[in-house]
């Protein structure tokens, strides 16, 4: 498990050291708890296949009657839990070298520009602690690890919302992502050509958030145009059909959301009202995309960084601070990564690597990639839960904020329909007390119903009933 060392920063946040070179620095309030990476790397079979256990439950306290509920906040993006991010940046600085590192796969990664044309998929394994303890404690059979599905998409170029490079074509692989991660070059090789001359990464990164911000501000400006039409043809009146009600409804959400983007803002910094993200989810906007900053700088720098500091990096975590604040910045080495990920199938090999760099340079020195997947995943709002048991320990992922009845759906539709219960234990009082039968005896094995919020790193039994009719 990473170790996570906090030490002050200016006024604008937090400088959060993530093991040894791997730093990012968020906005207060915005850290995010315990780190659930593993260094282990492991082969997972894939079969599926469940086990559910009958038990002794303690029935979960009902909410007080009278008690006001709070709202959960709505959250930006599409309401799937299959979601994809994508590679962004502009073209010859690294991306497919990074995603092939990132996925262990092998895209092409020419020096040239828009050597990547058509998008790349491929699922990474998410690193996770506690499912390595659940696979440990329970030996199954089978072991189902969570995902997370990256894509590597082609370089954009200044006025590609124009049509430059592969200007439309390109911008319809960004809104086709969930997430971004968006890589901007921060290491100086002579022989790997920029298409803008020069090593400048707030320059590039500028480049990209201004196209997407074009895009969306000439999408916005279409719908605004058109239901603005549709509200002057209906007036304040009881007629027009259901979908054009909904454009009249709409507009002011849609007029507020194009002034921001027209001053210059992303969709994802405004704050917005649950009403309003629901108007915003239907228009697949480009700056409402959550977005983690990954700068590839050389070996060189990647293994001297807790001991010295770039400025190229404090330059772009200015220019982060100051247009997009909140959004996280990880540094990392593409050819290091490269290197590395030639022994992905020798792990006792890829340690002793490591260990001679950490040795030749006096620091520990471990991979970034693990802490970028973890991160990734943060950024679409996914999460998992767990089953687990002799037969498989699976992690199922659901979007934040689930309630219990949709992610048993997420296991089988059957399990939504005929939701009975969900039967609880939370993953620190499993680690803490050492097995299930000592967390029913502490009384901390919950039963709850179909109003409990699924929690990052439940382990969940559900009980249904599948003799229910289907509803019509
Ligand atoms: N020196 C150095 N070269 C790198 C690094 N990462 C990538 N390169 C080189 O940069 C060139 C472009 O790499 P790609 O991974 O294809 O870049 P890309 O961003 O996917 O490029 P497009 O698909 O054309 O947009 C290749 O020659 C890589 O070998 C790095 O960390 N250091
Ligand atoms: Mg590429």
Not at 151 to 173: K, P, T, Y
Not at 445 to 462: A, Q, R, T
Request: proline residues 5%; aromatic residues 8%; charged residues 20%.
């Amino acid at each position: 498990m990473s170790t996570i060392l906090i030490t002050p920063m200016n006024s604008s946040g937090m400088r959060i050291l993530l093991g040894p070179q791997t730093w990012v620095r968020c906005s207060a309030g915005r850290t995010t708890g315990t780190s659930i990476l593993s260094g282990q790397q492991s082969t997972y079979q894939q079969a599926q296949r469940l086990l559910f256990s009958t038990s002794t439950l303690v029935q979960a306290k009902p909410a007080k009657k009278g008690s006001v509920a709070v709202e959960q906040k709505a959250l930006l993006g599409r309401p799937s839990n299959n979601l994809k991010i994508g590679i962004l940046g502009v073209p010859n600085i690294g991306k497919s070298t990074f995603f092939n590192a990132l996925t262990n796969s092998s895209v092409p990664a020419e020096n040239f520009p828009f050597c990547t044309i058509d998008p790349s998929e491929a699922r990474v394994v998410v690193p996770d602690s506690r499912f390595t303890w659940l696979a440990d404690h329970y030996k199954p059979e089978k072991e189902t690890p969570a995902y997370l599905t990256v894509i590597d998409i082609a370089g954009l170029v200044r006025g590609a919302a124009q049509g430059e490079g592969l200007g439309n074509a390109f911008l319809s692989h960004v809104r086709s992502v969930d997430a971004l991660f968006h890589l901007c070059r921060g290491f100086d090789d002579p022989g790997v050509m920029h298409v803008d001359g020069t090593v400048d990464p707030v320059r590039d990164l500028e480049t990209i958030h201004y196209e997407l911000l074009l895009r969306d501000i000439d999408w916005l400006q279409k719908v605004h145009k058109e239901y603005q039409a549709v509200a002057q043809k209906l007036g304040g009146g009881s007629g027009g059909t259901a979908v054009e009600k909904k454009k009249r409804e709409d507009l002011a959400t849609i007029a507020k959301c194009l002034a921001w983007v027209e001053d210059g803002h992303d969709i994802r910094t405004g704050d917005w009202t649950n009403p309003e993200i629901e108007v915003i989810n239907q228009q697949y906007l480009l700056t409402a995309k959550p977005m983690i900053y990954l700068v590839n700088i050389s070996e060189h720098d990647y293994l001297h960084l807790s001991k010295t500091t770039l400025p190229a990096i404090d330059k772009i975590q200015d220019w982060i601070d100051e247009h997009h604040p909140g959004d996280m910045l990880i540094p990392f080495s593409g050819s290091f990564e490269n290197q590395l990920s030639l022994f992905n199938d020798s792990p006792e090999d890829k340690q002793t690597v490591l260990e001679d760099a950490s040795q030749q340079v006096g620091a520990t020195i471990t991979s970034a990639l693990p802490e970028i997947i973890v991160r990734g995943r943060e950024a679409l709002n996914l999460q998992q839960f767990f089953t687990a048991g002799p037969g498989e320990v699976r992690a199922w992922t659901t979007r934040k904020n689930m309630l219990a009845p949709q992610a048993a759906g997420v296991i089988h539709t059957d399990f939504e329909r005929g939701f009975i219960m969900a039967e609880v234990m939370r993953m620190e009082d499993l680690k803490q007390l050492g097995s299930e039968a000592a967390v029913k005896a502490a009384g901390k094995y919950y039963s709850k119903g179909k109003e409990y919020v699924v929690e990052d790193g439940d382990v969940i039994y559900f009980k249904f009933n599948v003799t229910n009719n289907k509803k019509k």
